[in-house]
C-alpha cells in the first residue's frame, strides 16, 4: 500500500510535460499558421535520447519566458497608480468654488487662502474633523458656515455693536489663562444663565439671543488666534487650537418648563456646531438641576458622538477645578479654585444704561399742573 505514491511520481511528470508543450503550442500558434503543416515538422526535430532529450523540451520552455518578459515590462506602468489625495488635499482643491458658492471667504479671523497657509489648513481639517473626515459633508457645512458669517458678520456684532445690558449683562465672560511651565494657554468662555433676571426678556427674541451668543463666541476665537498660527494640527494627532466652555445653571432649574428657552437653546445648538465646528476642547455644565435631562437629549441630535462625548454635566461648580488638571487652582473660588472672578474677565459691548428720571422731578410737576390751571 505504502509503494503506490512513490510509483506514482514519474506518472506526475508526464501531465507537467504536457503542459509544457501546450503553453509551447500556444505560443507558436501564429507562426504555425504562417508556415503550414510541412513547417512545423522541422521545428521539433527527435531529440538524442537522455540528457540532451531533457534540455530539448526545456529550451522552449526557457524562450517562452524570454519572450513573456519584455510583455510583463509593458504591463508594469498600467499597474502603476497614482497616490490618492488626502481628505485635507480634496477639500482645499474644492475651496475656490467653496468660497465663491458662499461669496465669503473669511471665518474665525482667518482669510482663506491655500496648502501654504497653515491656518487656513486649521480651518479645514476642523471640519473635516467634525464630519469624521467626509470631504463632501465638510464642504457643505463650510460653505454653509460662511453663508452665515457673511449674513450675522460676526465679527461686527463683536466690534461694534452695543447690546442690552438689562436682557444680557453678567451673562457671559471670557477668562485667559497664560501658558505656563504646569499647562499651555488656556481659555474659558463662561455662560452664567444663573445671573438672567428675565427669561423672557433673555431669551424671548432668538434672533438677539444668537447674536449675542455669537460676538461672546468671537470674542473667545479672537483669543484663539488663528490667523497667527504656524503649527498645522498634527495629521490624526490631538488639535491643539480649541477652548473650555462652561455653563453655570445655578437657580435655573425653570429652564425645563419655559418653551421660549428651549426654543433658543435648540437654535443655540443648531447654528453653533455648524459655525463652530471643533472649536471646544471641553463643555462642563455645571450645577445642573436634576431636571435638566432634555437639554442633553437636545444636544444629541444635532450633535455627532464625538462632540457629546467632550460634555461634562457637575452638579456642583466647586467640582470644576478637579476636572481641570493642572490650572484647575487658576479658576474662580466659586468654581473650586483660588483664581480671579468671573467677571473680571472679558465681554462684550453693552450699550449705557440710560438714567431713570427722578421721580421727585416728576412728583413736583404733577403737583404744579392743578396751580397752574386754577390761576387761568
Known sequence: MSSEPVAAAPASTQPLSSTEEKKLEAGEAPLAATLGPAAVEPVAPAPAPGVDQEKSEAEPVEEKKVEAAPEEKKAAPAEEKKPVATPQEQLLTALPSIIKEAEHGEIWGVTLKDASHVPTTIVLEKFLRANTKDVAKAKAQLTEALKWRKKMDPVKLLTDVEFDKSKFGDLGYVTVYPKTDAHAKEIVTWNIYGAVKDNKATFGNVEEFIKWRAALMELSVRELDLASATEPIPVDGVDPYRMVQVHDYLNTSFLRM??????????????????????????????????????????????????????????????????????????????????????????VKYAAEKAAPAPVAEDKAEAEAPKTEVKE
Not at 428657552?261 to 450645577?287: C, D, G, H, R, W
Not at 445642573?288 to 457629546?308: D, I, N, Q, R
Not at 487652582?329 to 473650586?336: I, V
Open 258 to 347: 419655559d418653551p421660549a428657552i428651549k426654543a433658543a437653546s435648540k437654535e443655540t445648538i443648531q447654528t453653533f456646531s455648524m459655525a463652530y465646528p471643533e472649536l471646544l476642547k471641553e463643555k462642563f455644565f455645571v450645577n445642573v438641576p436634576l431636571l435638566m435631562g432634555w437639554v442633553f437629549a437636545a444636544m444629541k441630535l444635532f450633535l455627532s458622538p464625538e462632540t457629546v462625548k467632550k460634555f461634562h454635566p457637575l452638579a456642583y461648580g466647586s467640582s470644576l477645578a478637579g476636572e481641570l488638571k493642572g490650572w484647575g487652582s487658576e479658576l474662580p473660588e466659586a468654581y473650586g479654585g483660588k483664581g480671579k472672578a468671573v467677571k473680571e474677565g472679558l465681554t
